[in-house]
């Protein structure tokens, strides 16, 4: 029983395989082997190019799919699922995202929907699993004693991305009860970045104030740093959406599939001193 992890140099899929870590055989996907994570099987091969997929995809049971942000998502996840389909593999855990819709205020939302529906009219077993907002999407927010952030005072179900690592390994050695189903993870509670830095401020015992900023000072801020437009431009459109409240919600789903609640904020926070602290 092979299951092959798709993104596997990035955050999620690094979650997921540490979470998967010494339980399944595992496979990475990787367009660089000079990248790949250590101890697990190796196949070269890029989403965007289907010639490179087959002999990847070869004798693979379980999928893990996660696609990078970009206007090629649907296109990157239509290549693996046709790849999924001939190599003959029976479940497709696939990663999307917190409100994917064809009326999402995102076009990464609507993207997202479209490949949610793709796989799901593939013929083949598949989960769907849409995590909210990533704490760890706050790494780099905290300069000096301040939380820097562009969601205003918008509260936000936000997970801790080893939640996601969890659940998705959770899914992946065990798919049956869990065909057919799609899965809006969320962490236990709904909190707004003034929350998020009273939090740090407890936890690390010194002051930390939070500054908002606009939705466009980040999108230059994220042009400035380097970022592809597009991506700085779903970022602007996601960030709109969190600051009037679209992410102010809590699913009970990761306790009622792992029989345990996530991670809190203060968990995380104390966990990522050395990314966080400053
Ligand atoms: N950030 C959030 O709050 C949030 C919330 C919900 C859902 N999401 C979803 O999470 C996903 C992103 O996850 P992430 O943050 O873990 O991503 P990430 O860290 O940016 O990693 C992306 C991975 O995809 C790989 N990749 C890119 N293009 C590829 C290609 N053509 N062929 C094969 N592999 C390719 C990259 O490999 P290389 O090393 O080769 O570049 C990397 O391993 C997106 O679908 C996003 O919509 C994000």
């Not at 997970?159 to 065909?179: E, M, N, T, Y």
Request: hydrophobic fraction near 45%; proline fraction near 5%.
């Amino acid at each position: 029983m092979t299951i092959l992890i798709t993104g596997a140099t990035g955050t999620v899929s690094g979650a997921v395989l540490r979470s998967l870590a010494g339980t399944e055989d595992v496979r990475v996907l990787v367009r660089d082997a000079a990248k790949a994570p250590s101890g697990v099987e190796v196949a070269v091969g890029d989403l965007d190019d289907p010639a490179t997929l087959d002999q990847a995809f070869k004798g693979v049971d379980r999928l893990w799919l996660l696609t990078a942000m970009g206007p090629q998502a649907p296109h990157a996840g239509m290549n693996a699922v046709w790849a999924a389909r001939r190599a003959g593999v029976s479940h497709v855990v696939r990663m999307s995202a917190i409100g994917a819709a064809h009326d999402a205020p995102t076009r990464n939302g609507r993207l997202h929907a479209l490949s949610d529906v793709e796989l799901a009219a593939s013929g083949l077993g598949w989960t769907v699993i849409r995590p909210a907002f990533f704490m760890q999407n706050l790494f780099g927010s905290v300069n000096g004693d301040t939380l820097y952030g562009a969601t205003g005072e918008g509260r936000l179900g936000m997970i801790d991305v080893r939640d996601i690592g969890d659940f998705a390994a959770a899914v992946l050695s065990d798919p049956a009860p869990h065909k057919g189903k799609t899965y809006t993870l969320t962490g236990p509670s709904s909190i707004s970045l003034r929350d998020a830095a009273a939090e740090l401020e407890q936890v690390y015992g010194m002051p930390i104030a939070y500054q908002p900023v606009t939705p466009d000072d980040a999108y230059r801020s994220m042009l400035a740093a380097g970022l592809p437009e597009w991506i700085a431009a779903v970022n602007r459109e996601y960030l709109t959406a969190y600051a009037q409240g679209w992410g102010d919600y809590t699913t009970s789903t990761f306790t009622d599939v792992m029989g345990h609640p996530g991670r809190s904020f203060t968990d995380f926070a104390r966990d990522h001193a050395a990314h966080l602290r400053p």
